[in-house]
């Protein structure tokens, strides 16, 4: 009996997909490394615990015609012809009279946003961190925003906070910062800056004013002055209650939020050498979804008119933190590009 795809999903449909997918789970259990192996080659290969994307309800496809009948889809890799498989391969053409339907995807892969991949040249708003060479765990922030320095108006650094840039004061002067991050790939041949100043951050409570540091870019390495999906910069100014703001992170790209509180004093935030306090921040609440996710550190806080108002360096699963911008701008003598 044939099952329309306008009907109901029946009980027998769900036994039979469940049937042949533990019939195959043996299979790919086994052969856990060799599937890694050549998906990191980039190649293909028929047996089914490598070649198996997943398994489903469906329509069933004859000839790249829709049938309208609901079947047990069986999406894989690389659909070969069946001389390329062994007998005891072969997926069945019915599983408890349900029919069977075999669909060539591709590799299922987690999608990067735009602000996890590699840029050149290198703007505002992307995956940045330290070298492999100077901090051996991988990890992911964000690269800011691109300053200019007054006193040598032609170089240009970018702005981010100490945790990303500078390991929590662990990392020494001239230390690489990579694009994107060693957490997204990042490599010692992806370099494109060093870092070359930064507030030290105080623990166990003791005041501090900013999260931040400054990485210059390498002298053969381009940077834009824009921010990934917001674009350019009008200038900088203060933050003020009720502003909305937007930002673009290395982990959750554009989102919009509110300021809602200001001079706030934030208590017993973790990081990795202990608890710290940052005085006088900025409280943004999100408009819809998570304004921030980890990753997002380092990003720019820009409203609606472009105006740079903030840098984000914390923040809970309601709530994000961020210090006003004209403060880190004055402690390190930069200014955004004219």
Request: proline share 7%; glycine share 10%; charged share 20%.
């Amino acid at each position: 009996m044939s099952r329309s795809i306008f009907g109901q999903i029946t009980a027998d449909l769900l036994v039979a997909k469940t049937n042949l997918r533990d019939r195959l789970v043996p299979a790919v259990t086994r052969q856990i490394l060799r599937a890694a192996v050549v998906r990191k080659k980039r190649q293909y290969h028929p047996a089914p615990g490598v070649n198996l994307v997943g398994i489903g309800i469906g329509e069933k496809v004859v000839a790249n015609r829709r049938t309208g009948e609901l079947c047990v889809k069986v999406l894989v890799a690389r659909k070969y012809p069946k001389g390329k498989i062994a007998r005891s391969d072969r997926i069945p053409p019915t599983i408890g009279g349900i029919p069977t339907d075999i669909e060539g995807v591709g590799y299922a892969r987690r999608f990067q946003i735009p602000n996890e991949q590699r840029h050149r040249p290198v703007p505002g708003g992307v995956s940045g961190s330290l070298g492999p060479e100077a901090v051996k765990a991988r990890y992911a922030g964000t690269l800011g925003v691109i300053v200019a320095d007054e006193a040598t108006p032609a170089a240009r650094y970018v702005l981010s906070n100490n945790h990303v840039l500078a390991d929590e004061n662990r990392a020494s002067g001239g230390a690489s910062v990579v694009q994107p991050a060693t957490l997204d790939g990042g490599t010692p041949g992806d370099r494109v800056a060093s870092l070359t100043r930064f507030v030290p951050l105080v623990f166990n409570n003791a005041p501090n004013l900013m999260d931040a540091a400054i990485a210059e870019f390498d002298t053969a390495m381009t940077s834009a002055p824009t921010i990934v999906g917001l674009g350019d910069p009008t200038g900088v100014a203060d933050p003020t209650l009720n502003l909305l703001v937007r930002k673009s992170g290395r982990t959750t790209g554009v989102t919009e939020g509110i300021v809602r509180t200001l001079h706030f004093d934030a208590f017993n935030i973790r990081y990795e050498q202990g608890v710290v306090r940052m005085d006088d921040v900025m409280v943004i609440e999100r408009v819809q979804g998570a304004f921030s996710r980890p990753g997002d550190s380092g990003s720019a806080i820009v409203d609606a008119g472009g105006r740079v108002v903030g840098l984000l360096f914390a923040g809970s699963d309601t709530v994000t933190f961020a210090i006003p911008i004209p403060r880190i701008l004055r402690q390190f003598g930069v200014s955004l590009p004219v």
